[in-house]
């Protein structure tokens, strides 16, 4: 189906282990984004990219690793996981410019023990 | 620093009442605004988007305003239903990239 997925939806890790979230799309969008929610924050842009092998650091960077090999997939990192990397993460899309409308998957709930 | 405000924080009303949230931004350049709903669990769907040049767009029950002079944004919600109970996200961009409001919490009781 077209679309943008995540992959799992639900994970639970413990401190200090390697972690990876998985996004794709099918829409062929060139504009990929990482965003985490958290109560009293709203969304908060960790990592996005702009095209295949170019990604750029958003607002909370730190902790985090991707990539971007292939324009269809944006996978997250998480090198060793720490509590407060709990969280619900969205990974998102957008056609052309980055100010474009941006197309949301549906979310990884994450909870680092 | 680009920032954008939202208020209320949570709003509660009853069924088919009307209600307005604000959005106050200090973004700049500014490219467009957006408003972006998000039901529980699920991610945020974009309403409606604004330009420099509109002051008003609708969407159904919707309709969200702009005053880029005073750099303030609103979305109206016409007779409101129980689907509309999810938190209302503001998003405004400049030319590189977008910032996003808190939200809003709205509940719609019966």
């Known amino acids: 189906d077209a679309g943008i997925t995540q992959s799992p939806r639900y994970k639970i890790t413990e401190t200090g282990r390697q972690v990876t979230l998985m996004c794709h799309q099918t829409w062929s969008h060139s504009y990929m984004f990482w965003y985490r929610q958290d109560l009293g924050h709203g969304l908060r842009l960790i990592y996005y990219?702009?095209?295949?092998?170019?990604?750029d650091k958003g607002e909370v960077p730190d902790g985090y690793v991707v990539s971007r090999s292939k324009t269809e997939n944006f996978p997250l990192t998480l090198e060793s996981a720490t509590r407060s990397q709990t969280s619900v993460y969205f990974c998102a899309s957008s056609p052309g410019q980055v100010n474009n409308e941006q197309f949301f998957g549906p979310g990884t709930r994450l909870t680092v023990l | 620093k680009n920032q954008v405000e939202q208020s209320p924080q949570s709003l509660i009303i009853l069924e088919g009442k009307n209600c307005t949230l604000q959005c106050n931004y200090t973004v700049s350049p500014f490219s467009n605004l957006r408003w972006y709903k998000q039901d529980t669990g699920r991610g945020p769907v974009s309403l409606t988007i604004?330009?420099?040049?509109?002051n008003t767009k609708s969407n159904g029950r919707y309709t969200a305003t702009l005053d880029a002079d005073t750099k303030q944004s609103s979305l109206h919600i016409t007779a409101s239903q129980l689907s509309d109970s999810a938190s209302y996200i503001c998003?405004?961009?400049?030319?590189?990239?977008?910032?996003f409001g808190r939200g809003t919490s709205l509940i719609v009781h019966p």
């Open positions: 990219s702009a095209a295949a092998d170019i990604t």
């Open positions: 998003v405004v961009s400049d030319p590189y990239i977008p910032t």
């Open positions: 604004m330009t420099f040049s509109e």
